[in-house]
């Protein structure tokens, strides 16, 4: 079982190799420079605000009550899993956006690369906590994120810092050739049984939600209503995410088009 993971991880690395893009950046979309108004607010509520920091920390007392609830003898089989996204769910990015707005710069892989190569995240409050019991229990910890591969060896430092468990590059699998999880998901599911799926952004948890309209996004949250705070923990991310490019219908537009888009959705009575 080990084996075929460390095959699979051995191959996503190197496919990494080979394409270069960032979640933060592709899909984002969110430019800090020409959208620091828009950004300012929700980097500082990120920052700032004791109610992020409670929300955090509910996510997470949620996703302990459901650790709980796993009776022993499953977890003895030994095949249990979590998933896990990493920016936003695990890792702290704000300080990137928050760089960026002050020194009024755009993002770009340079300016990612600068971020990550500090080494300089903090853990998303309750994070690092949870997946340490979760681990102690015997449970298996893997972390699909976008990150590229220039991002890996810098990650697991971080990942390292932090204490985080299974902090190696088998239970890493970061982006290969699509920013959809889904087939990293599925290679896990073939070898354990998923407990809990914990992100910021619903693409972490189902392909439903992947390239929709707001309506259908809509439809496919209300569709898995019982499972929002059970098998699905989510955490706050009002900067960045899927829900950014949904405002533009997922399509390149200029500054002034957003803008116009922007208040075209604000509803009022
Ligand atoms: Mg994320």
């Not at 979640?23 to 020409?34: F, L």
């Not at 605000?49 to 003895?76: D, G, H, M, V, W």
């Not at 760089?99 to 853990?123: V, Y």
């Not at 999880?181 to 910021?200: P, S, T, W």
């Given at each position: 079982?080990?084996?075929?993971?460390?095959?699979?991880?051995?191959?996503?690395?190197?496919?990494?190799?080979?394409?270069?893009?960032?979640?933060?950046?592709?899909?984002?979309?969110?430019?800090?420079?020409?959208?620091?108004?828009?950004?300012?607010?929700?980097?500082?509520?990120?920052?700032?605000?004791?109610?992020?920091?409670?929300?955090?920390?509910?996510?997470?007392?949620?996703?302990?009550?459901?650790?709980?609830?796993?009776?022993?003898?499953?977890?003895?089989?030994?095949?249990?899993?979590?998933?896990?996204?990493?920016?936003?769910?695990?890792?702290?990015?704000?300080?990137?956006?928050?760089?960026?707005?002050?020194?009024?710069?755009?993002?770009?892989?340079?300016?990612?690369?600068?971020?990550?190569?500090?080494?300089?995240?903090?853990?998303?409050?309750?994070?690092?906590?949870?997946?340490?019991?979760?681990?102690?229990?015997?449970?298996?910890?893997?972390?699909?994120?976008?990150?590229?591969?220039?991002?890996?060896?810098?990650?697991?430092?971080?990942?390292?810092?932090?204490?985080?468990?299974?902090?190696?590059?088998?239970?890493?699998?970061?982006?290969?050739?699509?920013?959809?999880?889904?087939?990293?998901?599925?290679?896990?599911?073939?070898?354990?049984?998923?407990?809990?799926?914990?992100?910021?952004?619903?693409?972490?948890?189902?392909?439903?939600?992947?390239?929709?309209?707001?309506?259908?996004?809509?439809?496919?949250?209300?569709a898995e209503q019982e499972l929002w705070g059970k098998k699905f923990i989510v955490l706050p991310n009002?900067?960045?995410?899927?829900?950014?490019?949904?405002?533009?219908?997922?399509?390149h537009k200029s500054d002034e088009e957003k803008e116009k888009i922007r208040r075209e959705l604000l509803?009022g009575y």
């Open positions: 079982m080990k084996t075929k993971f460390k095959t699979y991880a051995t191959a996503v690395l190197v496919i990494l190799l080979l394409f270069s893009s960032k979640e933060i950046i592709a899909q984002d979309s969110v430019v800090y420079k020409s959208e620091s108004q828009v950004t300012v607010f929700p980097v500082l509520w990120q920052q700032t605000s004791a109610e992020y920091r409670a929300l955090c920390y509910q996510a997470f007392n949620f996703a302990t009550l459901r650790l709980n609830e796993i009776p022993k003898k499953e977890i003895k089989k030994g095949n249990l899993a979590i998933i896990t996204d990493l920016d936003e769910t695990i890792l702290d990015n704000s300080y990137v956006g928050a760089q960026l707005i002050k020194e009024n710069k755009q993002m770009s892989d340079a300016e990612w690369n600068r971020w990550t190569n500090a080494s300089k995240t903090t853990e998303v409050p309750g994070a690092v906590a949870f997946l340490q019991e979760a681990s102690k229990k015997g449970i298996t910890i893997f972390y699909i994120s976008n990150r590229d591969t220039a991002s890996v060896k810098t990650t697991l430092i971080d990942l390292k810092n932090l204490q985080l468990p299974n902090a190696d590059a088998e239970h890493c699998l970061f982006k290969s050739n699509t920013s959809s999880k889904e087939v990293r998901r599925m290679a896990i599911e073939k070898e354990y049984k998923i407990v809990m799926l914990l992100g910021d952004n619903l693409n972490d948890f189902k392909n439903t939600f992947e390239k929709k309209s707001i309506a259908d996004r809509f439809i496919a949250t209300d009002a900067t960045y995410g899927e829900w950014v490019s949904t405002l533009y219908n997922h399509e509803k």
